[in-house]
T-cell receptor
Framework: QKEVEQDPGPLSVPEGAIVSLNCTYS??????FMWYRQYSRKGPELLMY????GNKEDGRFTAQVDKSSKYISLFIRDSQPSDSATYLC????????????FGDGTTLTVKP | DSGVTQTPKHLITATGQRVTLRCSPR?????VYWYQQSLDQGLQFLIQ???????AKGNILERFSAQQFPDLHSELNLSSLELGDSALYFC?????????????FGEGSWLTVV
């Protein structure tokens, strides 16, 4: 079993929809949680970074961490065609966020 | 553009060969990370260097090695290549490697082993 499991998708939604992307994990030592967006043939880019449990909002994006359930989510409000990409969750045990364990990614398509 | 430069962008080589992938981090970034992304394994952390020293190791095979030079650029050496090494190799950099430091990825080097 992988340490990090991500809803595989793919996901296709109409423009303006609310999108929910989810990951579960098994290692309770994970303290830092990230979401990356990766466009086709590009490197991942950091979207959201949270420490421990709670919510964090940045524009149309909200990251949610529930450590008791070992579950994290990324919500995208008012989704746009430009949000079409693969979204990767990532988790780290310590402050070295580069040494992360990644989910396999969920590919999202937002249709105009 | 993340500011992280990787060369070459594409590489085709035969099994048993050795290749070197090069990475120039963002100006001023001290930390360099290498990752492998394949269809069956996803994105995996390989190794990290910080200001010239190895800082952390992940799932890096013994056939693979890396180094970071005094000018902070880094190279990933892959030897005795196998078909299964075909993947997209990313380099990333950050100013420091502590919490809150954003990691910036390059566009990757596509390696095909035939």
């Amino acid at each position: 079993q992988k340490e990090v499991e991500q809803d595989p998708g793919p996901l296709s939604v109409p423009e303006g929809a609310i999108v929910s992307l989810n990951c579960t994990y098994s290692n309770s030592a994970f303290q830092y949680f990230m979401w990356y967006r990766q466009y086709s043939r590009k490197g991942p880019e950091l979207l959201m970074y949270t420490y421990s449990s709670g919510n964090k909002e940045d524009g149309r994006f909200t990251a949610q961490v529930d450590k008791s359930s070992k579950y994290i989510s990324l919500f995208i409000r008012d989704s746009q065609p430009s949000d079409s990409a693969t979204y990767l969750c990532a988790m780290s045990r310590n402050t070295n966020a580069g040494k992360s364990t990644f989910g396999d990614g969920t590919t999202l398509t937002v249709k105009p | 553009d993340s500011g992280v430069t990787q060369t070459p962008k594409h590489l085709i080589t035969a099994t048993g060969q050795r290749v070197t992938l090069r990475c120039s981090p963002r100006s001023g970034d001290l930390s360099v990370y290498w990752y492998q992304q394949s269809l069956d394994q996803g994105l995996q952390f390989l190794i990290q260097y910080y200001n010239g020293e190895e800082r952390a190791k992940g799932n890096i095979l013994e056939r693979f090695s890396a180094q970071q030079f005094p000018d902070l650029h880094s190279e990933l050496n892959l030897s005795s290549l196998e078909l299964g090494d075909s993947a997209l190799y990313f380099c990333a950099s950050s100013l420091l490697d502590t919490a809150g430091n954003t990691i910036y990825f390059g566009e990757g080097s596509w390696l095909t082993v035939v």
